[in-house]
Each structure stands twice: as structure tokens, then as C-alpha cells.
């Protein structure tokens, strides 16, 4: 008999996101006119000054391995970012640079969480957090959103907590309902913690792209009680067009940072370094291009929200932030087209790309039934000709006489 795998390989899942981008990859190369909504990726170039950091640090060979935890300059420029824009204060000793927001998750997971504990999510969610805390050897436990408007239900929240919780994953501005969590649920989410003793993992990567009257709040700054169950991650992909440059990072209590740079450092040594001093720029340096992209992502939004509710058989709730919408395909389950049914959502989005050429994610991936997403950012030519083509698409199924 052959050697075997790992016993781990039996419970981890890989990437929804990836497999689907991986099939678009292969589908554009045989010549096929994809539109993808698929990616969370922004469509704008990295600004300027940030590339020229880069180039600078090349130019003065800045090419070394830097410390594990990442460059004190930046470091630094996290805690003056966290203090004046989150109202959270963190010494450079309790933050850590990461490649990318993910590796900060699994990071804070693999520190916190023993076999046997309990991390709650809310659902629907990032799909890769069930995984992350599986990996970690912990259980995934889930609590719906409200289900109108995919607020926090922090009752529902508590209902979920046992004497092995170890922890809840929030992720505001939401990937993928484009809800940002008002400051009112946030605080009661803060009491839950502090009176059960867990942390809350705040994935904070799309905060500054929230739209109308909503307002971004950090968890962390609740109270002193809170800023130590917290673990704040965030990245540069989202907010400066960054997501190749793979920079991200953790903010928390020492002791928890020490834990997360401990397993970073057996794992990746230390951050690429010239993105290190990107992202010190991208921080230090002329914010002027973040607006410029979220006012453009809301427009988007508009335009989007409004073509998908006018369209039969499709709600898309409002959305307040990322760039993401996540609508409701119910009527159009269960039906036939191409002597073909539509069981699920899942065979909702094949036949999409298929017939319509256009790539979306099922809802299924991120742990909520009968539900797309789409982001739009992209082109609003894409997105207009993406959407005249779901309608034809959908069109032919409502022919059939079927809805």
C-alpha cells in the first residue's frame, strides 16, 4: 500500500474562490468571453507613489530578510494608523506584518485556538474561515445574520456560545453581503465577549470602502477589556489596490502577537521588504486615491443594485460597503433550461458563466443557500454588459413558461 496523507487533508476544503478563478483562467485561455465577478480584487492600479516607494527601496537594494514581526517603520505607521482612524492604541511590539490579511487569520487561529475549542462565525461568510479553524483543530460554529438586511444578530450570537468557545470571527464592511455592522451591535458583541471570556477575530481589510450613511467601528476600541480579547487584521490589498503585493497585518495583545510572529517565522521567515516600504508609503502618503476608488466603487454599486432588483426573480438587498453584491436567485431554483434543472445555486452560477458568459460566486461557498455573489469591481462597462447578459440569460429560463 502506498504512503498516505495527512489526516488533516480529510477535513480541509480548498479554496471556493480559487477553484472558481481557476476555471474562468482555463475557460478565457480556450478563448471564452468571460466577464468575472468572481475576484474580490480592485480594477484600479496601485497609486503612483506607492509603486515609486518600491522602486526606491529596489534602487537602494533593500532586498534583505527584515525581521519577522516586520519593519519597525511600518510597524510604527500601523499604530499611528490604528490610534488615529480606529481609536485603538497598540505599541509596534503588538503588531505584526503579514503576507496579507490571510496569513494574519490562520496565524491568529493556529495561536489561540486548541483542538476541542469552538470558534463562532457569522453566516454568511469569508470562505475560507470555516477552513482556518478546522485546520487549527477547532470547530466551526455558526450564526446566522439577520436574515433582512444581513445585520449582527448578537442574540443569535450567544445562543452559539458553550464553555468552549474560544473565539467569534466578524468581518466588517462584510465579504459577501456588503453590510457594515453598526456600532450598537458591535458594543453588545464587545459585552458578549468580555462577560464569556472569548476573543473576537475583526477582519477590518474593506473598511474604507463603506458608502452613504453607514460608519466603519473597530470592536477594539470598545474598552480596555475589549482591546484585549481583540485581534484586529487588516491589508493593503483592498483600500490600495495592493492585493499582488501580499501585505497585510495583526494587531492584538502581546502575548498573542508574540504567538503569531512565533508561527510566521517557521513559516514565511519574514514579509517581501519591498512591500514592507510600499506599505509604509501607502500609509505615511497622500490618501487622496482611496477616495477617489470608494466613490467609484458606490457608483458601481448604484447602478448594480438597481439592475439586479429590476430584474424578475432576483432581491439584492441594500449595500453599505466592499464591493460585493449578494442576491437572492430562490425563483430560479428548481427550474429547467437546456434539459437541464437548476437544483441549487451552485448549477445557478454554471449556468451562468455558461449561457451568459459571465462568472459569479454561488452563495453555497459562503455557508448561505439559493444566494450569488458578484463583485463590481470592475469596469462599469463590464458591469453594464455583465448585467445585460445575466438578463438574457435569465430571460430564457422565464421563457420556458416555468416561473
Known amino acids: 500500500m502506498a504512503t498516505t496523507l495527512a489526516e488533516r487533508m480529510n477535513i480541509l476544503q480548498g479554496s471556493a474562490s480559487a477553484a472558481?478563478?481557476?476555471?474562468?483562467?482555463?475557460?478565457?485561455?480556450?478563448?471564452?468571453?468571460?466577464?468575472?465577478?468572481?475576484?474580490g480584487e480592485p480594477d484600479f492600479a496601485t497609486p503612483d507613489h506607492i509603486k515609486a516607494a518600491a522602486e526606491k527601496a529596489i534602487e537602494d537594494n533593500y532586498t534583505k530578510y527584515t525581521p519577522a514581526a516586520g519593519i519597525m517603520e511600518l510597524r510604527e505607521a500601523i499604530a499611528d494608523k490604528l490610534k488615529n482612524e480606529n481609536n485603538i492604541e497598540y505599541s509596534a511590539g503588538e503588531i505584526a506584518v503579514s503576507s496579507g490579511a490571510k496569513q494574519a487569520l490562520f496565524s491568529a487561529l493556529m495561536a489561540i485556538v486548541s483542538p476541542g475549542d469552538e470558534v463562532i462565525i457569522p453566516t454568511p461568510c469569508y470562505v475560507s474561515y470555516p477552513e482556518m479553524v478546522r485546520f487549527a483543530g477547532g470547530t466551526p460554529v455558526y450564526a446566522l445574520l439577520d436574515q433582512e438586511k444581513y445585520s449582527l444578530d448578537v442574540k443569535e450570537i450567544e445562543k452559539a456560545v458553550t464553555p468552549r468557545t474560544k473565539a467569534v470571527i466578524i468581518c466588517s464592511p462584510n465579504n459577501p453581503t456588503g453590510t457594515v455592522f453598526d456600532e450598537k451591535s458591535l458594543r453588545a458583541l464587545a459585552e458578549l465577549a468580555v462577560k464569556y471570556d472569548f476573543f473576537v477575530i475583526a477582519d477590518e481589510v474593506y473598511e474604507k470602502l463603506v458608502y452613504g450613511d453607514a460608519k466603519h467601528f473597530s470592536i477594539g476600541s470598545v474598552?480596555?477589556?475589549?482591546?484585549?480579547?481583540?485581534?484586529?487584521?487588516?491589508?493593503?490589498?483592498?483600500?490600495?489596490a495592493m492585493t499582488g503585493w501580499r501585505i497585510g497585518y495583526a494587531a492584538a495583545r502581546e502575548d498573542v502577537i508574540k504567538s503569531i510572529v512565533k508561527i510566521m517565522s517557521q513559516v514565511t521567515s519574514a514579509v517581501n521588504s519591498v512591500s514592507q516600504k510600499a506599505a509604509v508609503e501607502a500609509l505615511r502618503g497622500p490618501q487622496d486615491n482611496v477616495a477617489v476608488m470608494a466613490a467609484e466603487f458606490e457608483k458601481r454599486m448604484k447602478y448594480t443594485v438597481e439592475r439586479l432588483n429590476a430584474m424578475p426573480g432576483i432581491t439584492c438587498p441594500e449595500i453599505q460597503g466592499a464591493f460585493y453584491t449578494f442576491f437572492d436567485v430562490t425563483p430560479y431554483i428548481g427550474k429547467e433550461v437546456d434539459g437541464r434543472v437548476l437544483e441549487n445555486d451552485?448549477?445557478?452560477?454554471?449556468?451562468?458563466?455558461?449561457?451568459?458568459?459571465i462568472a459569479l460566486m454561488p452563495g453555497s461557498d459562503y455557508m448561505q443557500k439559493n444566494r450569488l455573489r458578484m463583485s463590481y469591481a470592475t469596469s462599469m462597462e463590464n458591469i453594464k454588459e455583465a448585467m445585460d447578459r445575466m438578463e438574457k440569460a435569465l430571460s430564457r429560463i422565464r421563457d420556458i413558461g416555468k416561473m
Open 223 to 240: 474598552s480596555p477589556e475589549m482591546r484585549e480579547r481583540t485581534i484586529t487584521v487588516n491589508s493593503f490589498s483592498k483600500t490600495y
Open 20 to 39: 472558481v478563478m481557476a476555471r474562468v483562467t482555463e475557460m478565457k485561455r480556450q478563448g471564452a468571453d468571460i466577464i468575472g465577478l468572481n475576484v
Open 346 to 357: 451552485s448549477d445557478v452560477c454554471r449556468y451562468l458563466l455558461d449561457e451568459g458568459k
